[in-house]
């Protein structure tokens, strides 16, 4: 089922030291609707890291174990590249360690591994984590093919080093879009366990941006509380280009559902790779 991916991690490395607290300009809505992502991903890709990295002696095939290991070394180097954006936010006043606390102890407490289990309960913890890790990837995949596809960012003039940020990694995460959902295939392909990771994976991810959004936009130092968010508004940013469409955010994730999905049907790996070529960041790294 699997598409025989070379995934090679790029050591990107970007320099935020001219990044705007508004980095789409007077778009503060749009802006910290993008930034939960810094909030959520970095914790979020290292448990991603943990769980694949316990799933490697489940793994009985040579092909899909590298794709394992590429996939492990590219979340790597996603959680570190949002990290520097947090530690950034809060050089500028803008302090997100209240959310990310909570953020640490959803991934690794609640998330985390369970000691004591036995070999078998074991097996199947870590396949369970597998299918919530297929179905937020799903949603990555989904974000990363919208921002190869949103020039209403440039319109806008968003920072260029922060729309590439968003296209490399949106980038990768079209590449290698499939690794999780083939992984958990491989683990145990019934159709009652994708449903169940999409199940408790979707609402939670849709959960945890409205609050993160709502925790930005209160901690702007520049807002004063003044700007709450509403679907509204994010309809309106997402007519002008700088938002996915949350009526198109809906139905990929039931396209998740029917019998015959493949995350292959969803975005273009020739179009990742046109921009991976392309990249200021991930060409600098190729230089490296
Ligand atoms: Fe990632
Ligand atoms: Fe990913």
Same mark, same amino acid.
């Given at each position: 089922m699997h598409d025989n991916l070379v995934l090679e991690p790029r050591d990107v490395h970007f320099d935020w030291s001219q990044l705007p607290l508004h980095w789409i300009p007077d778009e503060p809505m749009a802006t910290h609707t993008i930034n939960v992502l810094h909030l959520l991903l970095p914790e979020g890709e290292r448990w991603f890291v943990k769980v694949f990295k316990e799933a490697l002696p489940l793994i009985r095939d040579d092909q899909l174990r590298e794709e394992v290991l590429g996939f492990i070394g590219q979340e790597a180097i996603h959680a570190e590249a949002h990290q520097e954006v947090l530690d950034h936010l809060l050089g500028q006043g803008l302090d997100p360690r209240p959310y990310v606390r909570q953020i640490t102890w959803l991934f690794r407490r609640v998330l985390g591994d369970k000691p004591g289990l036995t070999s078998r309960q074991h097996r199947e913890n870590v396949i369970e984590r597998v299918a919530f890790i297929a179905a937020i990837e799903h949603f990555t995949a989904f974000l990363g093919n919208w921002a190869l596809n949103s020039p209403g960012l440039d319109r806008a003039k968003a920072d260029p080093t922060m729309v590439d940020l968003l296209r490399w990694h949106g980038a990768e995460e079209v590449e290698h879009r499939s690794v999780a959902y083939d992984l958990m295939r491989h683990l145990d392909p019934g159709y009652l366990r994708r449903v169940r990771g999409m199940a408790v994976s979707g609402p939670l991810l849709i959960h945890l941006w409205i609050r993160g959004t709502r925790f930005m936009l209160a901690a702007d130092p520049s807002l004063n509380g003044s700007l709450v968010p509403t679907w509204r508004e994010a309809q309106k940013a997402a007519k002008r280009g700088l938002l996915p469409e949350p009526a198109r955010f809906l139905r990929s994730a039931l396209r /998740?559902?029917?019998?015959? /999905?493949?995350?292959?049907?969803?975005?273009s790996s020739s179009q990742a790779l046109a921009y991976l070529a392309k990249s200021p960041a991930a060409r600098a790294a190729a230089t490296h």
């Open positions: /998740y559902f029917s019998p015959s /999905y493949h995350p292959t049907k969803e975005g």
